[in-house]
């Protein structure tokens, strides 16, 4: 509905209806969208959102929580070339879900992990279909989702690894979004794209953040999002990263 809102928000007409009510998601997570994206103008649509939208897994750095930033930072940077991918978050994701697959919840709740690099895509994949963790078979036609976590309750699809594009007008439990930039560009304007690359386009962030019905995990380099320059370019994230995953009450940094 990013779109759409902004789209009516530009129309020059005396009346106008706005999509000003969310059903989605938890209502922690839709505040976070609403403010970001649609200047506080998008409520939640039910006040039973915050019960019916609770994803109840007992993990300790997850119960309670709908908002979490992973922080992979250190010595490993992005992959070099025009698509870019990062192993160290690839491997943290992995293991991530292999928690999640520990909670007994697991078996009740969906799973998207987003990135907005082909490149990336493929080395989630690539990681997914280790013995280790086994939720991704490769065979001739490339990559399939393993059967036992291909859907719930039989049509509910529970496991999709992909591009941002590839879920628009999807949704799941559970969001984890592989945001890859971690270098030492300078960091000055007119170097946004080369520091943040598609991370800079906050319709396709808005896209990944509204995906997520109970809980949003965010996974990446924090010192790319921490400062001013994040703040001006990329504010979302920066906001994501530096205060909604410090409340105690619903976020958590892991």
Not at 145 to 155: E, M, N, S, V, W
């Amino acid at each position: 509905f990013g779109i759409i809102f902004n789209n009516v928000q530009k129309a020059k007409r005396q009346r106008c209806i706005t999509l000003n009510e969310q059903f989605r998601m938890h209502p922690s997570i839709g505040d976070f969208i609403s403010n970001t994206y649609y200047k506080g103008m998008l409520k939640p649509g039910s006040d039973q959102l915050s019960v019916t939208k609770q994803h109840k897994l007992s993990i300790p750095w997850a119960k309670d929580k709908t908002m979490i930033f992973c922080d992979v930072s250190g010595n490993k940077p992005e992959s070099k070339g025009q698509s870019k991918c990062r192993q160290a978050e690839a491997s943290k994701i992995m293991s991530i879900i292999d928690e999640l697959r520990e909670d007994p919840e697991f078996k009740n709740l969906s799973i998207g992990v987003i990135t907005f690099y082909s490149k990336q895509v493929t080395t989630l994949f690539e990681e997914a279909t280790k013995p280790e963790h086994g939720y991704v078979i490769k065979d001739k036609d490339g990559y399939n989702i393993a059967p036992k976590y291909r859907t719930l309750d039989g049509d509910k699809e529970k496991f999709r690894i992909g591009s941002v594009d590839s879920f628009q007008g999807k949704e799941f439990d559970i969001v984890i979004l592989s945001t890859v930039r971690s270098n030492s560009q300078s960091r000055e304007d007119g170097n946004e794209k080369k520091v943040f690359g598609f991370l800079t386009l906050e319709n396709r962030l808005n896209v990944a953040f509204s995906r997520a019905q109970k809980l949003v995990i965010v996974v990446g380099d924090a010192n790319m999002f921490e400062d001013n320059y994040a703040k001006k370019y990329v504010p979302g994230l920066h906001e994501f990263c530096t205060n909604i995953t410090k409340n105690k009450e619903y976020g958590s940094r892991i």
